[in-house]
């Protein structure tokens, strides 16, 4: 048969569905970020309800923030600033692929840390330490983040993971075409700086201010602090050791945890030295680590850099226990009942600090 015989009716529905054909093809074979674009043009708007995150702490740790708050005068936090900051931090348009965010390797649940010992990145490749809660970074004093405190200050932080090679992949060029290319943010950004102009600069900012306003306030050593509750005998006990030395008279020997996490944020900017961690370059190529806040620890999964210690009781009683000299077997149960009040549950449950994009 000859097309001369082919009824031109059918002619024209099967040039029709050819022509179809080869233009699905080609949308099938076009660059990956006009596919992500236009995933991303479909994607759900961030929930942008205004939330107070100014809110008057407790005065046991109002007169820690006094002395250790490590905002700039340049950057204080305000209630716009971190809204913009927390829809920054949970967007995933902020990665590679468009598939990861800040807050997938710091979940909320999980006190603002990892619920794995090793991160994923935006191509399923492992991070090198283990993500480090975020819980009252504000009072670290110095300053300096990561394990090895390779930074000077959050804001320098905040673009770090993003222009990572295994976590989120961009430069900052790529970073900013990427907010600027989405439309719920030009008047985020007019609230948080007084104009629409987005840039690294205040990406940073607005991140800094959302991590420096989450802050652990309402445990029972909180309540406890206040007036409100009272300890167990076991956890008055377990608070005895924490805070004081050893050999520090009878029935009184401690295990000085208090020198490198001061209550009442459990922080300091002394960095901590050997104990459990594995031997690897860490502040200044010594094998010492940033120590992080206390807070919420009984509810994480993995501890220190590498995420090695699962448990408390493992701390205490492994094979390299922290402290290095050991905690006395019938001190160990007292210890975990006082970090067990360290425990913050209302933080981990605030709508404010919640990915806006569920």
Wanted: hydrophobic letters at 40%.
């Amino acid at each position: 048969m000859s097309f001369k015989d082919i009824n031109p009716s059918y002619m024209k529905k099967l040039l029709f569905i050819l022509a179809i054909s080869v233009l699905t093809l080609q949308g099938c074979t076009q660059p990956s970020e006009s596919v992500e674009a236009a995933v991303a043009a479909g994607s759900a708007r961030p929930e942008l309800a205004s939330y107070n995150y100014l809110v008057e702490l407790p005065a046991h740790i109002q007169q820690a923030l006094v002395a250790t708050d490590n905002s700039p005068a340049n950057n204080p936090i305000t209630n716009d600033g971190a809204t913009l900051g927390r829809v920054l931090f949970y967007d995933k348009n902020l990665s590679l692929n468009r598939t990861v965010s800040c807050g997938s390797c710091h979940k909320q649940a999980s006190a603002f840390d990892d619920d794995v010992a090793l991160s994923k990145g935006f191509a399923n490749a492992r991070t090198t330490r283990n993500s480090m809660s975020l819980l009252n970074l504000r009072f670290y004093k110095s300053g300096r983040m990561f394990w090895d405190e390779r930074v000077p200050t959050v804001e320098k932080q905040a673009l770090q993971p993003i222009q990572n090679s295994l976590e989120m992949g961009l430069t900052l060029t790529e970073l900013e075409s990427r907010v600027k290319s989405l439309t719920y943010y030009p008047d985020l950004f007019q609230k948080a700086f007084g104009s629409p102009v987005i840039d690294s600069v205040r990406i940073a900012k607005a991140l800094a201010q959302f991590e420096r306003s989450i802050v652990s306030y309402q445990s029972k050593y909180d309540k406890v602090k206040q007036g409100l509750e009272t300890f167990t005998a076991a956890e008055a006990r377990g608070e005895q050791i924490f805070l004081t030395a050893p050999n520090a008279g009878p029935g009184g020997g401690g295990i000085s945890c208090a020198g490198c996490h001061t209550p009442p944020m459990f922080i300091t900017s002394t960095p901590a030295g050997g104990f459990a961690f594995p031997l690897e370059s860490g502040i200044n190529g010594q094998n010492r680590f940033k120590s992080g806040s206390l807070r919420n620890i009984a509810t994480r999964k993995f501890l220190f850099h590498a995420g090695t210690i699962t448990d408390l009781n493992a701390m205490f009683t492994g094979p390299q226990p922290v402290p290095a000299h050991g905690v006395p077997p019938q001190d160990v149960a007292a210890m975990i009942a006082f970090l067990n009040t360290l425990t913050d549950t209302a933080i981990t449950q605030d709508p404010k600090y919640a990915d806006p994009f569920r």
